[in-house]
Antibody, heavy 116, light 108 residues
Framework: EVQLVESGGGLVQPGGSLRLSCAAS????????MNWVRQAPGKGLEWVSY????????YYADSVKGRFTISRDNAKNSLYLQMNSLRAEDTAVYYC?????????WGQGTLVTVSS | DIQLTQSPSFLSASVGDRVTITCRAS??????LAWYQQKPGKAPKLLIY???TLQSGVPSRFSGSGSGTEFTLTISSLQPEDFATYYC??????????FGPGTKVDIK
């Protein structure tokens, strides 16, 4: 079964850091580009970051550029998002999603709350 | 940046109704558009990609059409499990992806 499972979310103070992980199984992870997408409470979907299969191409949304870092470990079938200098507006459910264009599948999401 | 708008933002419909949701792009994106369904507390689910290609396992009552700047998602006969929020996503400006604001389909 193709599966993506996120972890690492939680409550963090403004200015703090958090590292999210996404564990992939059931498919050849190293062959696929991956993304992080977030959804603030009661709001729509916002693409956050993209990484190609070999990590050679990486992009970020302007809202997180310079603060977030996407990475992957193909040997561990894992995707990561290092989030620094967190702000209240970063509060959201963060999803990992597979794909170079359309996204499928998606993980179940992990909640990040930035609050003092 | 390519912006997407969706209309309506909210739709109230009955089981069996034909439902159409429109997604408009601020500039031409050829057929580089996908549609997703999201239910409360769940991850989005891919329904349609390349504007009109049905994802495997998605019921045939869902269909997509359009190209350029205007696209539609149609549900031919709304079922109870279709009450959800629907998002379009443009794929043209890879890999700087954009989602539409969403259309919530609720029970009349």
């Amino acid at each position: 079964e193709v599966q993506l499972v996120e972890s690492g979310g939680g409550l963090v103070q403004p200015g703090g850091s958090l590292r999210l992980s996404c564990a992939a199984s059931g498919f050849t992870f190293s062959s696929y580009s991956m993304n992080w997408v977030r959804q603030a409470p009661g709001k729509g979907l916002e693409w956050v970051s993209y990484i190609s299969s070999s990590s050679s191409t990486i992009y970020y949304a302007d809202s997180v550029k310079g603060r977030f870092t996407i990475s992957r470990d193909n040997a561990k079938n894992s995707l990561y998002l290092q989030m620094n200098s967190l702000r209240a507006e970063d509060t959201a459910v963060y999803y990992c999603a597979c794909g170079r264009s359309w996204f499928d599948p998606w993980g179940q999401g992990t909640l990040v709350t930035v609050s003092s | 940046d390519i912006q997407l708008t969706q209309s309506p933002s909210f739709l109230s419909a009955s089981v069996g109704d034909r439902v159409t949701i429109t997604c408009r792009a601020s500039q031409g994106i050829s057929s580089y558009l996908a549609w997703y369904q999201q239910k409360p507390g769940k991850a989005p689910k891919l329904l349609i990609y390349a504007a009109s290609t049905l994802q495997s396992g998605v019921p045939s009552r869902f269909s997509g059409s359009g190209s350029g700047t205007e696209f539609t998602l149609t549900i031919s006969s709304l079922q109870p499990e279709d009450f959800a929020t629907y998002y379009c996503q443009q794929l043209n400006s890879y890999p700087l992806f954009t989602f539409g604001p969403g259309t919530k389909v609720d029970i009349k």
